[in-house]
Structure formats: C-alpha cells, structure tokens
C-alpha cells in the first residue's frame, strides 16, 4: 500500500502529505540532552516546552539552559553586552517547563524523547502519548543505541516515526542522525531533515541498524581498544597516544570511553550482544565489566580508565 493510500484511508487530505513547518517542540527529559536540544531549538526560533517528573528537575534544567545560553551569547556577541543579552532572553522567552506530558503533547508539531535508555519505559510513554497528541504530530527518539523499530511499535503511527539522534553537547556538535523504520512516510523524513537544518545541524540518514552510523563504528573501535589492553598488547596510553598522533583523533578510545561513560558503553554492548549474540564485535569485556563494578565509571565518577579526582 502507498502512503497516498494509507493517508487517505485515514479520512486525511491530501494536503496533510506536504507537512506543515514544525514550530512547536517538547522535549520528553530535562538531563544534559533533552536541554541542549531544548536549547539550540528555541535559539533557531522554534516554541520548545521541557518536560520532566518534577518541577526540582525542571528548575535544574532551565538553570542549565540559562548557563549555556549564556556562553554562546558571549560567544556571538563578544562584548556586546546589551545584545547578548537581548539574545539569551529572546531563546529563554520561546522555552516553558512542565511535568505534565500528555497535556502538552495536545499541541505539539514534534515530540522529542531524550529519557532513560530503557526500552519497556520508552515503550510506556510512546504509547500514553500516541493517545493523546495530535495525529499529525511527528514522534522521535534520541535513544543512541535502542532500535526506534521497536520503540515505535508501542504507538499507531509508525509512519510518523523517527530516530533523531543528537550528539552531546548538542549546542556545539553538529551532527544529527535520521534514522528511517521500514514504515516511515517520506513527509516525516521530509520534515526531520528540514527541522534538522533549521536547528543549523547537518543531518545523515540511516536505516535502523544498531547504533545507526556513529556508534555502530565508534562502540567496537573501543570495545577493541578495551581487548588491547586485555590481552596484554599495548597500555590505554599508549593507545591513546598512538591513535591521536597516528590516526589524528581529537581524543584516544579510553579517554573517549570515560568521557562517554563506562556505564553507558557497556549497556550498549551488552544490549547488542544480546540481540545479536554470533556477532564477534559485540562480544563484552571483562574489563569494561570489572570496571563498572567498581564504580569506575569515567569523568563523571572522578575514575574510568584513567584518575581524574573524586567528584
């Protein structure tokens, strides 16, 4: 069946196949991604509604939106103070805050989720919010490493249904990844790229594979650094040292990984692995897995790979 068809069927115009500009955005999760989402959204002139459990969160994020608003402000504008300003309070103005989900996806253009990487409560939510949003919302996740297949299966709209994968910090990283299930209309690609460049990001298509493009390479190349190190074949320096002066990346893999998360690297493998159990590049690290039971997680923990101080 085409799309054609399948909008029709739905009792939709055929006007509803060329898709109104998104100007109204909320964004399901107050942490690191939902605000720099948040952020470059409202800054781009876009109406952005932040939700999260509790107004304590919510008040966490607008101070972190705030902050960095603040620097790419002076950024811009160097000593223009009065513009600056000016230009802070004009993306702050476009930005209100809720801890009532369903109520503001009645009037929403596109929902972004950037909440816990669990699939089951991705699921729950998609489907509460499938009730009640309008039909021609647009529904997304930034999840890095779940299929968005099996995320959209919780709603009715799969062909309005999409990965949009942001790159942390989101202010600055310019990336955006599309990511495309079988039952995706092309005015929903349509609309995510156009919103995507509208945010000033560069998006890349691809299909709904693990890890989509970045960390489909990226995860491995580190789970095969970890493997290095396992077996005795080089120090996490000296691979560090050897694939920024030889490969020219900004950052080696275990600086990379304790950047990233520990944590989160092996959730992601894990979930891989699991999935796809006969793939060798997926296989987990005893390494990375002692690590995380220790605690170590990387930055955020003060101790990864490397010792950066108790935090």
Known sequence: ??????????????????????K???????????????????QTGHQVTVVDQSEEILAHSKLSIERSLSRVAKKK?????????????????????????????????????????????KQELFSQLDKVAPQETIFASNTSSLPISDIAISTERRDRFAG????????????????????????????????SKSLGKVPV??????????????VPYMMEAIRLVERGDASARDIDTAMKLGAGYPMGPFELADYVGLDVTKFII??????????????PSPLLDQKVAQGK????KGEGFYPYGKK
Not at 169 to 185: G, R
Not at 205 to 218: E, M, Q, S
Not at 297 to 300: C, E, M, P, V
């Open 1 to 22: 069946m085409s799309f054609v068809t399948k909008v029709l069927r739905r009792g939709l115009t055929t006007s509803a196949l060329r898709m109104a500009a998104i």
């Open 24 to 42: 109204h955005v909320t964004v399901i999760g107050g942490g690191q991604m939902g605000v720099g989402i948040a952020q470059v959204a409202a």
């Open 77 to 121: 504008f160097g000593e223009d103070l009065k513009a600056a300003e000016s230009y802070s309070k004009s993306a702050l103005s476009s930005i209100s805050l809720s801890t009532d989900a369903l109520a503001t996806v009645t009037k929403t253009d596109l929902v972004i989720e950037a909440i816990i990487e669990n699939l089951q409560v």
């Open 164 to 195: 949009l994968h942001f790159f942390n910090p989101v202010p600055v990283m310019k990336l955006v990844e599309v990511v495309q299930i079988s039952e995706q209309s092309d005015a929903t690609f349509q609309s995510l790229m156009d919103f």
């Open 205 to 218: 298509v691809c299909k709904d594979t693990p890890g989509f493009i970045v960390n489909r390479l990226l």
């Open 270 to 283: 894990d979930g891989w692995h699991e999935k796809f159990p006969d793939n060798p590049l997926f296989e």
């Open 297 to 300: 997680l990387g930055t955020k």
